[in-house]
Structures are given as C-alpha cells and as structure tokens.
C-alpha cells in the first residue's frame, strides 16, 4: 500500500525522504532496509522502529538524506517496491521538502484554530493552508485577513448530507492532505469518515475515552475530578473511538468553576493539537488497528 504526498517542494528546504513501513516481524527487515540504502549510498539521518510482541508487527521510520540517492523519490518507490513486496509492507515514501496541505474546520470556538494559524504565520510549522471551511461566519475576517479563503458551509439538522458533500468536495479541490476538526462542532457521516480514513485529525475535550460527546467539562466538573485533559485522534465512524495520536493533562482543584475548567482545558487542547498535527505532518504516527505508534 503506497501513498504519495502532494504538494510542491520549497525551494531552500533540506531535501530528505521519509520512508515509513509496518508489516509483520520477522528477522532481517531492518537489515533488508538499511542493505537496501546503503547498496545506493542513501544516508539515513533518523531512524527509529518498533516491534509490538502482542500482535507481531513491526514498524519503521527512516529518514534518508536525498542527496546521498541516485534517484528522486518516485525513483526510491520504483527501486524500493520489490523489498516491501518480499516483506508484506505497508509503505510510504514521502518527500520532506513538500509541505502538506491542510484544511482546518471550525464552528464558533476559535482558540484552535488561532493557534494553528499563528504557528503557520510564524512557520513553526511546515504546513500550507489552502482553505478554511466552517458552518458558521464567525471568523471569517480573522482567516481572510490571513489571506486565506474562507468557505461557509451551514448544516442544516434536516439536510445535512448536502453540507457534508460540499464539504468534502472543497476539502478534494483543495488537493488536502489531512483535514483538521479545529472544535468543529458536528459529526462527521461515515461516508466522509472513510473517504479520508486515516487522513481527519480530531481534538476532543476529553482525556479519552473518559467523558465522550459533549460538554465533557460539566461531566468532569460534576464527577470531581482532579484531572482534565484533551485528546487528539484520528476520526472514524464510531464518534470519539479513533486511533490515539497525543493525550495530554492538566491538573483541578476542588475550588474550580466549570468556566476554570474550560479555561484550563482550552490550553491544553492548543498543545495536544499542534503536537499531534506535527506528528502526523512528519509522517510520525504509523496507524495498526485502532492503536497507534508514535515516533516522537
């Protein structure tokens, strides 16, 4: 299974290959792969790799100095295909100079998606932006004074299969490589959960798999506990039960109000989101069953 990323290189940027393989254990496939490399005088810069002694897979991440390769990246897929074939890969090969595209949703809450756009003006993070798509106008000024266009998409409880295509017309137009659900506050059909498996990233208010659904701060706040957190995950079609990508607490107090609770938690939702993006963007999270391994 071969999956290409889209987008154009940026001139200046480091050129490097992440080659990325989960397939089941067995001995030699660190030797076939790094033989595999060295044979063409490939440079691996980061490497890391895990072997899961209950289900017997293994999983891969290498980074490879492009310039030490004799080929370009569809070249590398083109040479390196008959190993992950003698292997029974699930493979990728990504090119690390190309920005991914992502397209953030968002209904009224803004604070996700303010500290996605701040840590893209500030190039904190290697990513483009084609479009942002809501179903509400809320920030339409705040994105567009960004200079990046802005799609109003309201679902309508009684008709929502038409906003949903839309939706993902726009998100296919924008060639986008992952889509962000920046607290947007509607469920996705499962038509468009599969459609991009593996490709919506989600932040849930909650540490899950505590608290699922909505308003899971007053649910915290009435079962007195001493820690809130978020949690970001792949979505799927079973709402709040996706592969696990980042998690992350912070700690209450008897004294603290709901609203403290939203306050605290809303920080805590920003980091785990940016960090579970991240990992994604740079091909870190390598997704088997409902469970994730992440190279972080």
């Known amino acids: 299974m071969v999956h290409v ?31 595999f ?17 209950v289900t ?5 991440r290498y980074e490879i100095d492009a310039g030490t390769l004799p080929f370009d990246a569809d070249g590398l897929r083109h040479a390196f295909a008959p190993v992950a074939e003698a292997y029974g890969m699930h ?12 397209v953030p949703l968002v209904s009224r809450q803004d604070h996700c998606l303010t500290d996605l756009l701040y840590r893209w003006r500030s190039q904190e993070m290697f990513l483009e932006i084609p479009c942002v798509i809501s179903n509400h106008e809320t920030m339409r000024d705040y994105v567009e004074w960004h200079g990046i266009p802005y799609y109003h998409v309201p679902v309508d409880p009684r008709h929502k299969t038409a906003a949903f295509e839309r939706i993902s017309s726009l998100v296919e137009e924008a060639r986008a490589d992952v889509v962000v659900l920046a607290r947007y506050m509607q469920i996705l059909p499962p038509e468009m959960c599969q459609r991009f498996a593996g490709r919506v990233i989600n ?39 996706g592969p696990i990508i ?14 403290e609770l939203v306050r605290l938690g809303r920080d805590v939702e920003r ?18 069953g409902n469970k994730t391994v992440v190279f972080s």
């Open 246 to 259: 980042e998690q992350d607490v912070v700690r209450v107090r008897h004294d603290h109000t709901v609203d």
């Open 37 to 53: 490399l060295a044979g063409h005088g490939g440079s691996i810069t980061e490497a890391s790799q895990h072997c899961d002694p």
């Open 271 to 288: 980091t785990v989101l940016s960090r579970g993006l991240r990992y994604h963007l740079e091909d870190r999270v390598l997704i088997h």
């Open 56 to 60: 017997g897979w293994f999983f891969m």
């Open 5 to 35: 990323a889209e987008g154009l290189s940026v001139p200046g940027t480091p050129v490097r290959f992440r080659l990325t393989v989960s397939c089941p254990d067995r001995v030699g496939i660190v030797a076939a792969v790094s033989g």
């Open 91 to 102: 493979w990728q090969v990504t090119d690390a100079s190309r920005p991914r595209r992502v």
């Open 203 to 241: 932040i849930h208010h909650s540490f899950l798999p505590s608290f699922v659904g909505a308003r899971p701060y007053h649910k915290a706040f009435e079962r007195g506990v001493k820690l809130i957190g978020a949690t970001c995950h792949y979505v799927t079609d079973e709402l709040d039960e």
